[in-house]
C-alpha cells in the first residue's frame, strides 16, 4: 500500500494510526500542502484524487481518498484488531464520536478553510486564530459531554480496546495543542490521549517522526 499525505494533516495522521494499529505495512508518499503552490494540486496527484484533498491509500489498481472511507475500507480488509465493537449499539457510539470530530470540527479548521478565511475574506492572523479556537472548543466540548460519565466510556473512548473515536480523537487534539487551544475543561477527552500516547502505534504515527516533517 502507498499513503499520499502530509505529515500535519490530521486526516492522514488518522489513516496512519490504523495502519500502524493494524500491522498494515505502507509506504509514505508526501504531498506537500504548501509546496509548490500546494502539490496537491498537481495533475499527477488530481489524478489518484480528484478533491485534491490528503490523504489518499492506493492498494493495488485502488485508490481512496476520505480518510473515514480509507478506514471503514482497512476495518472490512484487515478485520485484526477490530476498531470497531461487535454490537450495533457499540458501532453506533463510537460512529457518533468519531464522525463528530471528522465532519463537526475537522471540515471548519482544516487548512483550505484557514486559507480562505486570511486570504480570501481577509481576516489577520488573530481572527483566524480565534475562529479556529471556537469551533475547537465547540466540538471537543461535545466529544466531553458524549464520553465524560458514561458507562461505555473506559480507558479509551468506548470501554478498553481502541477504537476508530481514538483513532480520530488524538489527531484532533494534536491540533488543538498545536494552536494553544485551552482544553482544561475537557479532562475526560486529555485522558484518553494521553492513554493512547502510551501506544506505540499512536506514537509512530505522530508528525513529528513522518519522513516529510518541516517546521
Known sequence: MKLY??????????????LNLKGVEYET?????????????SDSYK???????????????LAIGQSMAILEYLEETHPEPALLPTDPAGRARVRAIA????????PLNNLRVLKHLKHGLGVDEDTKNAWYRHW?????????????????TGRFCHGDQVTLADVLLVPQVFNARRFECDLSAMPTV?????????????VQAEPARQPDATD
Open 29 to 41: 508518499v508526501p504531498v506537500h500542502l504548501l509546496k509548490d503552490g500546494g502539490q496537491q494540486f
Open 136 to 152: 475547537i472548543d465547540v466540538g471537543l466540548t461535545s466529544v466531553e459531554a458524549m464520553l465524560a460519565g458514561h458507562p461505555a
Open 47 to 61: 489524478a489518484l484524487n480528484p478533491t485534491a484533498l490528503v490523504p489518499t491509500l492506493v492498494d493495488g489498481d
Open 190 to 202: 486529555t485522558r484518553i490521549v494521553d492513554a493512547c500516547s502510551e501506544l506505540d502505534a499512536f
Open 99 to 106: 464522525q463528530t470530530i471528522a465532519c463537526d470540527i475537522h
Open 5 to 18: 499525505g502530509y505529515f500535519r494533516s490530521s486526516a492522514a495522521y488518522r489513516v496512519r494510526i490504523a
